[in-house]
């Protein structure tokens, strides 16, 4: 059964910090995986789709890297803003049709600071 | 790309009563799916709909959840009789093959 696990569980930076997020899963025959942004009490956010043979997406001051073999993912974001204070989700998927089926990280809190 | 809307955004309803979260409007995408976010918790997987017919179910999606596209393009979740523990954010989404794609949920909560 595949396992996603998010750390750390929460962070508190000061505005301008890069930072990284980790994601970790158990089985790394993953088909995809899928970072996510989620506001308090809000639907999930789209950021950074990675697909398996891909090693890294990036998408404004954000960057996903997935080393499959490790089973391992990390979400870069630069020069942090307290608009970017939420909650961060990783997900993968392990193939189309009956394995598409996302499984979610317990999440990162993410808190900037002025 | 459409979004994916959901309806309502808060539902109260007594326990034992029956409930259902609509998903509107759908592109012609072929994958849907609904997640459950229980406060505090993990997103959870409850079911995948592939062209008109459930996929995948988890544990969570007894005999008590329904699933129906009645019209070709609204997606509902049906859930007949209410327990407590069923509170949650319910999450409808579109995935594959660009990723997914989430509604902003509606917010259960059972009384």
């Known amino acids: 059964k595949q396992e996603v696990t998010q750390i750390p569980a929460a962070l508190s930076v000061p505005e301008g910090e890069n930072l990284v997020l980790n994601c970790s899963f158990t089985d790394s025959a993953i088909y995809n995986l899928q970072w996510f942004r989620q506001d308090p009490g809000k639907g999930l956010t789209s950021l950074l789709l990675?697909?398996?043979?891909?090693r890294e997406q990036t998408s404004g001051r954000l960057n996903a890297s997935l080393d499959k073999s490790s089973g391992r993912s990390t979400l870069y974001i630069a020069a942090s803003q307290p608009g970017d204070s939420a909650t961060y989700l990783c997900?993968?998927?392990?193939?189309?049709?009956?394995?598409?089926?996302?499984?979610f990280g317990t999440g990162t809190r993410l808190q900037v600071t002025l | 790309e459409p979004e994916v809307t959901q309806t309502p955004s808060h539902q109260v309803t007594q326990m034992g009563q029956e409930v259902i979260l609509r998903c509107v409007p759908i592109?012609?995408?072929?994958?849907f799916y609904w997640y459950r976010q229980i406060l505090g918790q993990k997103v959870e997987f409850l079911v995948s709909f592939y062209n008109n017919e459930i996929s995948e179910k988890s544990e969570i999606f007894d005999d008590q959840f329904s699933v129906e596209r009645p019209d070709g393009s609204n997606f509902t979740l049906k859930i007949r009789s209410t327990k407590l523990e069923d509170s949650a954010m319910y999450f409808c989404a579109r995935g594959l093959p660009y990723g997914y794609t989430f509604g902003s949920g509606t917010r259960l909560t059972v009384v």
């Open positions: 592109s012609n995408h072929l994958y």
């Open positions: 997900a993968v998927t392990l193939g189309t049709g009956t394995a598409s089926k996302l499984t």
């Open positions: 990675i697909q398996s043979s891909q």
